[in-house]
């Protein structure tokens, strides 16, 4: 089987259509359908099926796709193998974040690869809105997102996940509240408040609903931001609390202060998601590996502020 047919059946499980196939690997519908039916021939099986006014995968096709991903991952560690006895990691690598993500980490990442000639690095952020991060690794090396920790879906999609750092969720109060004068909170501290909130299934949103459990209540949730900068103006002006990550809260400053939560896991998860050939790349490992290295720095640099 011609590995460029493989790659466009991999491309169609992890798009879900032939346009959007098309659109992203620069040929016309006709093209990557003809592919396809040649593809199947050499199959000897249907490997699509029509569904309404598209198409989806048999069994044989997802089997299919699944090791075209196989073939994909063994044909990029043999290049990066290559390259790495060859030269220094080199070329273009795209990385897309989200908001707070980027204000801890793209600094000091791209003052470590500006020391590292022929590596480019090319950082986007994205609407915190977008539904799954994970969606976003067809069109970028490397994504960075956030959750409770790692997700069964990022398991089941074969991505290659490498976590980052842990940060702590903590309650934003405004100065002078009544709970300003407690070192650490606990759940029933935080019945009868107001909320500003965040979207439903943000990381944030999840530690509410922890909060809701423990105190066996519903939480009134005021308002609701995906912007953590008007959730802190809309806090510090007494309109409410809320949960906030610890490391890029402008307390004080904007005239609200943070206080640990206990009695729950408050924290959430920063991880960098890849397709797993794009992983086994030398040029996106050294951009992985120094994200790490900021990620450490960051928060160790951290560690004790409350």
Known sequence: MDVRRLELLRELAERGSITAVARATRRTVSAVSQQLKVLEREAGTPLTERAGRGIVLTGAGRALARTATDVSVAMARADALWEDFKHAPQGEVTLTTFPSAGQMLLPGLLSAIADLPGLVILCTDQDPLVVDFADLTPDFDIV???????????????????????????????????????????????????????????????????????????????????????????????????????????????????????????????????????????????????????????????????
């Open 144 to 306: 960075l997102a956030d959750s409770p920790g790692n997700l069964p879906s990022w398991k089941e999609r074969g991505l290659a996940v490498v976590p980052l750092m842990q940060e702590p969720l903590d309650v934003g109060l405004p100065l002078g509240h009544r709970l300003a004068a407690k070192a650490t909170l606990l759940p029933s501290d935080l019945v009868d408040e107001t909320w500003i909130g965040v979207p439903h299934g943000f990381p944030f949103d999840r530690v509410l609903r922890e909060i809701e459990v423990a105190n066996g209540s519903p939480a009134l949730i005021g308002q609701r931001f995906a912007d953590n900068g008007i959730v802190e103006a809309v806090v510090a002006a007494g309109h409410g609390i809320a949960v906030l990550p610890r490391y890029t809260t402008n307390d004080h400053e904007n005239g609200l202060i943070t206080r640990p939560l206990s009695g729950i896991r408050a924290t959430r998860q920063i991880s960098a998601l890849m397709r797993p050939d794009l992983a086994e790349r030398p040029s996106v490992r050294r951009v992985v590996k120094e994200l790490r290295a900021e990620a450490q720095r960051f928060q160790a640099a951290h560690e004790g502020v409350v």
